[in-house]
């Protein structure tokens, strides 16, 4: 309504100009027969530039015109408040990462400790490790659930960095939502990893580069695999999805090399692109029939025997099956 309001005034106000208002309406009629691009006419449509042809035509008194301009800011101010609020709620008003959003940026003044081995700060009353202490530590054993500072506990529950770390088996801890971008890159000696049914949202290329990363075990719960969140971990072997899993992200196993099969859960609606490219011994894999979108390039030169499309109704992109020539 606010769209269709707006476009009113902005009529009225090239009429204003000095238009005439046939010349006007004959742009309307040269866009609904197909005088501009087919996007522009299916975005209008034929019955809204009748109404707003109507709109062109209709007298309006001086009371009624000075009665709009009072209103229409009202309810202008009114509805994008509402909008901002439902947005914010929905999508990240209670997290501490966000993609796009630098960290450092929004928590750079919060209170900065070492505890052990690892580096935190105190974010909106949440533990964030944020790094270790490299000297007289070889390895890390684990990640800590909680952690206390100037007398007071904090809940540990996102880790925004831990690249370049000495772990060889890291198992996360239930209570951990969030993980940071780039949060495990490079990890060399990293092995085998659990990832609880807690973790909410994971920033894209979380473990990139892990060259020893041989499994993955996914416990229910997440829903979306970031992008390039496995990219380049050429040992990977075994990964266990969770059965809560709705997408899956661009080039998240891309160039995956080891992984020989892998189950996608029944959840699943979209593949992003090159997801798996390059997983050149990916032999089998079933196709979920509530899949609507399978990337491009998504499985570009696996190994797959016999890809069964016709039980899906997914948009399929360019090249997602195709096989180089050995």
């Not at 301009?69 to 990240?92: C, F, G, R």
């Not at 997408?247 to 090399?257: L, M, P, T, V």
Request: a negative charge; glycine letters at 8%.
């Amino acid at each position: 309504d606010l769209c269709c309001v707006q476009e009113f005034e902005a009529d009225a106000s090239v009429l204003e100009s000095g238009l005439d208002i046939e010349e006007y309406e004959q742009s309307f009629l040269s866009i609904a027969t197909g005088g501009l691009s087919i996007p522009l006419v299916n975005g209008l449509g034929e019955s809204y530039l009748r109404t707003r042809i109507k709109m062109m035509n209709r007298k309006h008194s001086r009371k009624s015109s000075l009665l709009k301009l009072i209103y229409l800011p009202v309810v202008l101010v009114v509805a994008l408040s509402l909008m901002s609020t439902t947005v914010y709620d929905k999508d990240e008003g209670k997290r501490i990462l966000s993609e796009g959003r630098n960290f450092y940026m929004r928590f750079g003044n919060s209170p900065e400790f070492v505890d052990g081995y690892l580096n935190y700060r105190i974010a909106d009353d949440v533990a964030v490790i944020t790094g270790y202490q490299w000297e007289g530590r070889e390895q890390i054993d684990k990640i800590p659930t909680s952690v206390t500072y100037e007398g007071n506990e904090y809940p540990v529950k996102v880790i925004l960095s831990l690249g370049n770390a000495e772990f060889k088996e890291l198992v996360i801890p239930e209570g951990i939502t969030e993980i940071g971008h780039q949060a495990f890159m490079s990890c060399k000696n990293l092995e085998n990893i659990i990832i609880p049914s807690t973790v909410e949202y994971i920033e894209p290329m979380t473990f990139m580069g892990c060259g020893n990363l041989k499994t993955v075990y996914f416990k229910d719960g997440l829903k979306s695999i970031p992008d390039g969140m496995f990219l380049n971990c050429r040992n990977l072997e075994s990964v266990h999805l969770p059965l809560t899993l709705e997408k899956i992200g661009d080039g998240a196993f891309s160039d995956c090399r080891h992984l020989q099969e892998i189950n996608l859960p029944k959840k699943l609606e979209r593949i992003g692109n090159e997801a798996f490219y390059r997983c050149i011994r990916l032999s089998s894999v079933s196709l979920p029939k509530k899949l609507r979108y399978i990337g491009k390039g998504a499985f570009y030169d696996c190994r797959l025997m016999i890809v069964d499309t016709s039980r899906i109704k997914a948009e399929i992109g360019e090249n997602a099956f195709y096989v180089e020539q050995l």
